[in-house]
């Protein structure tokens, strides 16, 4: 069964942190590359930050040096620290496997809220 499930977000004042949390599927999560992706009103989703299963990891310019992502191998599940958040920052965030495109059938958790207040 193809799950993802988010959760942690919420809404913070600029200059403050969040943890995302997400717990995904072992057919999603086994071996693949993982992401953190964001869409904010009127924009196209966008990659946040991957990691592989070995813990390299990536990030977009927005995201380096605020946030962290990690994974946790024997629990399925991939984190998201963001730090010195900004309202900029404010999108639903969702996680999945990386892969450069996508397309309409692609599966997608429910993602998860983050509002930055200014």
């Known amino acids: 069964q193809v799950r993802l499930v988010e959760s942690g977000g919420g809404l913070v004042q600029a200059g403050g942190s969040l943890r995302l949390s997400c717990a995904a599927s072992?057919?999603?999560?086994?071996?693949?590359?993982m992401g953190w992706y964001r869409q904010a009103p009127g924009k196209q989703r966008e990659l946040v930050a991957r990691?592989?299963?070995?813990?390299?990891?990536n990030y977009a310019d927005s995201a380096k040096g605020r946030f962290t992502i990690s994974r946790d191998n024997a629990k399925n599940t991939v984190d998201l620290q963001m730090n010195s958040l900004k309202p900029e920052d404010t999108a639903v965030y969702y996680c999945?496997?990386?892969?450069?495109?996508w397309g309409p059938g692609d599966y997608w958790g429910q993602g998860t809220q983050v509002t930055v207040s200014s």
């Open positions: 999945n496997k990386y892969q450069a495109a």
């Open positions: 072992g057919s999603i999560f086994k071996f693949n590359v």
């Open positions: 990691i592989t299963h070995l813990g390299s990891t």
